[in-house]
């Protein structure tokens, strides 16, 4: 950076920082409702790789870098200017004046763009026909620098704190904030996924995730200073500030595995056999993976995969009936990984089934040692009862077993009538069936030995009747 952009920011940040901290030392704490401060440390096992693969010189001293979807935008701190670039070239097809003393920050959200100004602590949203300011407010940390747009919200990096701010565009309010990966952060791009920042002391550019601030991976910058990056939508710009230059740049070993075919989640009936899932997923470097049974552990894997070709995993048959999680984690050379997740569901929905049934059946009044018998069969039977209608259950609810005979012994002594039984059969998932028998009892026939006897008395008197009338002819 030139001495008089040194000039320009040492006597008034110092004077500023000294006169806030010795008033209120508060004031550099930065809260928000939805904070997410401090993220976890993470190891990073390797690192990707980022090659220059063109270059153009930059009007003065690049600072940050903007891609409205053809064109360049890039704001330098010599002359404080804003630059249409034609990215082919680097010919400057328009410029205008930064609404600040020293443009640090510049993005673009589809319509207008946005820039903070590391002297004047703001954050400008700028027309970019005219360069006219639409709106502004200030910046949440005391020195901000990258911009980036992620479809909803601006986020801004800050040398000051050390801090990413995620910040909502209508008022300015901070949304969310975490810890940038290293001290001086200046460059902010926002790849749709990722956040990348580029933290100067290092010379390495981040790519960090979003929702934590968790670094994900990082490389070497190839530049002298990345001041700026922006994002095209497949290469990654950086502005070098100190060679005044902007770079295009080629990721490598920096994106995770792509999953182009997943299983949907699904269920099966109890008693499956034959269950399968299946993944395909792509990346310029494979390496294995693994596919894990939450609850359980690691099921397959690791194993290698190839790139666009599909990895079966056979789900063992038996399962119980519930849900059942299985994730599968493809891992490249590099370390960046994609994981998907499938719920597996077993389940009992059919009814059990009567096999054998009690048909309808008539007995006399005064009959005795009657049963009503059935068979069901299901594969989690659980219960069951006998109902008689009107007068309600009458045996159960009682434990059966799939297949074995079910036998109800009828009372003796009912009177003459019909007599309705209802069994039903449940299990364990609460599916039914129910079967009916209907039992008929009469009032009987005559037995023979009493219509023999009732012969005998009629032929008595018959006889008697029949000797008296010819006795009384007899005697006339």
């Given amino acids: 950076m030139n001495l008089k952009h040194i000039k320009k920011k040492l006597i008034p940040i110092s004077f500023s920082l000294m006169l806030l901290i010795f008033i209120n030392p508060s004031l550099f704490l930065i809260n928000s409702t939805n904070e997410i401060k401090n993220p976890p440390s993470q190891l990073i096992k390797t690192q990707g790789t980022l090659s220059i693969v063109s270059s153009f010189p930059s009007p003065g001293?690049?600072?940050?870098?903007?891609?409205?979807?053809e064109y360049l935008w890039v704001a330098e701190n010599d002359l404080d200017k804003i630059h249409k670039i034609n990215p082919s070239t680097g010919a400057v097809i328009y410029s205008f004046d930064s609404p600040g003393d020293e443009p640090s920050g510049l993005t673009w959200d589809g319509l207008y763009l946005w820039s903070a100004d590391w002297i004047k602590d703001k954050i400008y949203k700028i027309n970019s026909s005219t360069g006219a300011v639409v709106a502004s407010f200030d910046a949440p940390g005391s020195q901000p620098t990258g911009l980036a747009w992620d479809g909803q919200y601006?986020?801004?990096?800050?040398?000051?704190?050390?801090?990413?701010?995620?910040?909502?565009?209508?008022t300015g309010a901070v949304v969310a904030s975490f810890d940038a990966p290293g001290v001086d952060p200046k460059g902010l791009a926002w790849d749709g996924q990722y956040l990348w920042v580029?933290?100067?002391?290092?010379?390495?550019?981040?790519?960090?995730d979003p929702s934590n601030g968790v670094v994900v991976n990082f490389a070497y910058d190839p530049g002298n200073y990345a001041a700026g990056l922006a994002w095209d939508g497949q290469y990654l710009w950086e502005s070098d500030h100190n060679a005044h230059n902007v770079n295009k740049l080629n990721i490598?070993?920096?994106?995770?595995?792509?999953?182009?075919?997943?299983?949907?989640?699904?269920?099966?009936e109890y008693g499956y056999t034959g269950q399968s899932i299946s993944w395909t997923a792509t990346d310029l470097n494979p390496y294995n993976y693994t596919i894990e049974l939450q609850g359980t552990g690691i099921v397959a894997g690791p194993t290698a995969w190839t790139s666009g070709n599909a990895i079966t995993y056979n789900i063992p048959d038996g399962f119980g009936l519930g849900s059942y999680i299985y994730?599968?984690?493809?891992?490249?050379?590099?370390?960046?990984?994609?994981?998907d997740s499938v719920n597996f569901a077993v389940e009992d929905t059919t009814?059990?089934?009567?096999?054998?049934?009690?048909?309808?059946?008539?007995?006399?009044?005064?009959?005795?040692?009657?049963?009503?018998?059935?068979?069901?069969?299901?594969?989690?039977?659980?219960?069951?009862?006998?109902?008689?209608?009107?007068?309600?259950?009458?045996?159960?609810?009682?434990?059966?077993?799939?297949?074995?005979a079910i036998t109800y012994n009828i009372p003796d002594g009912f009177a003459p009538g019909v007599y309705t039984y209802n069994i039903t059969f449940t299990d364990e998932s609460g599916n039914s069936i129910s079967n009916t028998v209907t039992v008929t009892i009469t009032e009987g026939a005559i037995p023979f030995g009493n219509f023999f006897l009732i012969f005998i008395g009629f032929s008595v008197i018959w006889l008697i009747f029949t000797k008296k009338r010819q006795i009384v002819r007899e005697s006339r």
Avoid: C, R
Wanted: glycine share 8%; aromatic share 12%; hydrophobic share 35%.
């Fill in 327 to 339: 994730t599968v984690n493809f891992t490249d050379d590099h370390d960046n990984f994609i994981t």
């Fill in 351 to 404: 009814n059990p089934v009567v096999t054998v049934s009690h048909s309808n059946f008539t007995v006399e009044y005064g009959y005795a040692g009657q049963s009503l018998s059935w068979t069901a069969t299901d594969l989690n039977p659980y219960n069951y009862t006998i109902e008689l209608q009107g007068t309600g259950i009458v045996a159960g609810p009682t434990a059966w077993t799939s297949g074995n």
């Fill in 61 to 69: 001293y690049p600072t940050e870098l903007a891609w409205d979807g």
């Fill in 154 to 170: 601006l986020w801004n990096a800050d040398n000051g704190p050390g801090t990413i701010f995620k910040i909502n565009p209508s």
């Fill in 198 to 208: 580029s933290i100067t002391p290092e010379a390495k550019i981040y790519k960090i």
């Fill in 252 to 268: 490598v070993g920096m994106t995770n595995p792509v999953i182009t075919v997943s299983p949907n989640h699904f269920a099966v």
